[in-house]
């Protein structure tokens, strides 16, 4: 079964459709259809790496903001 999206963008290469096709055979993959799916996955990882960075970064600072300054109050 095939993703539609990687067909899709596949599908509108057009004219960079030899370049894409000599680099997936560059990197070792056996089709096109490999790279692309390969490619996707990677940004998608990113993605949610990015993320639980932030969410990591967002955890970090909030007990902070909910220290005061004085032990008065």
Known sequence: MQNQEIVKIIENLKGRRNY???RASKLGFASLYDYF???ISKKQKAIEDKQKELEAAKAKDEPK???K???CC
């Open 65 to 67: 903001a909910n220290k």
């Open 37 to 39: 799916e390969d490619k």
């Open 69 to 71: 300054s004085c032990s």
């Open 20 to 22: 894409e096709e000599k």
